[in-house]
T-cell receptor, first 111, second 112 residues
Framework: GQNIDQPTEMTATEGAIVQINCTYQ??????LFWYQQHAGEAPTFLSYNVLDGLEEKGRFSSFLSRSKGYSYLLLKELQMKDSASYLCAVRRNNAGNMLTFGGGTRLMVKP | NAGVMQNPRHLVRRRGQEARLRCSPM?????VYWYRQLPEEGLKFMVY????????ESGMPKERFSAEFPKEGPSILRIQQVVRGDSAAYFCASSPRGYEQYFGPGTRLTVT
């Protein structure tokens, strides 16, 4: 089976930096995705990591360590619109490419 | 290029009725995935389809739920004899080659 853990909620201040962690246990690991989901809306793709290291894309960066089963999403220069749920999802190479999601981290950005 | 389309966006059904949820993938995408999201929870995989084939339905409940992706037309998720526990948001995602998945806006099903 698979186990994907991420904090349920986090709070941060506008303009600050926040790191959202995700740990996973799975067989046949074939990539880790981060999605952003605003309340009542569809998840939108943020990043994809399959190799160890940091992927940077504007204010968002995602890191992966396959040996530790660990990833984080780093958000810089937080804006109020970043208040959303952030979903960590793992893909397995023997699972038809479907994604297994963690429960999501609800981030609240305060002024 | 239009995104993934789902309809209806909101659906209300009484217990025992049937619910039909439609998903039109992005143009050129031949992989379709259905996920269910209960309130305050993460997304749970239900089924993965390619044109005319069900590839993986390991997340589908054994009874009352079925899915198809015909050669022509949208993918359909069908729930027969709905119960209150079926109330959830149902998201469809499509992919060109099983790589990154693009999600539709979802259908929010309410069973009264």
């Amino acid at each position: 089976g698979q186990n994907i853990d991420q904090p349920t909620e986090m709070t941060a201040t506008e303009g600050a930096i926040v790191q959202i962690n995700c740990t996973y246990q799975t067989s046949g690991f074939n990539g880790l995705f981060w999605y952003q989901q605003h309340a009542g809306e569809a998840p939108t793709f943020l990043s994809y990591n399959v190799l160890d290291g940091l992927e940077e894309k504007g204010r968002f960066s995602s890191f992966l360590s396959r040996s530790k089963g660990y990833s984080y999403l780093l958000l810089k220069e937080l804006q109020m619109k970043d208040s959303a749920s952030y979903l960590c999802a793992v893909r397995r190479n023997n699972a038809g490419n479907m994604l297994t999601f963690g429960g999501g981290t609800r981030l609240m950005v305060k002024p | 290029n239009a995104g993934v389309m789902q309809n209806p966006r909101h659906l209300v059904r009484r217990r025992g009725q049937e619910a039909r949820l439609r998903c039109s993938p992005m143009k050129g995408h031949s992989h379709v995935y259905w996920y269910r999201q209960l309130p305050e929870e993460g997304l749970k995989f239900m089924v993965y389809l390619q044109k005319e084939n069900i590839i993986d339905e390991s997340g589908m409940p054994k009874e009352r739920f079925s899915a198809e992706f015909p050669k022509e037309g949208p993918s359909i998720l069908r729930i027969q004899q709905v119960v209150r526990g079926d109330s959830a948001a149902y998201f469809c995602a499509s992919s060109p080659r099983g790589y990154e998945q693009y999600f539709g806006p979802g259908t929010r099903l309410t069973v009264t």
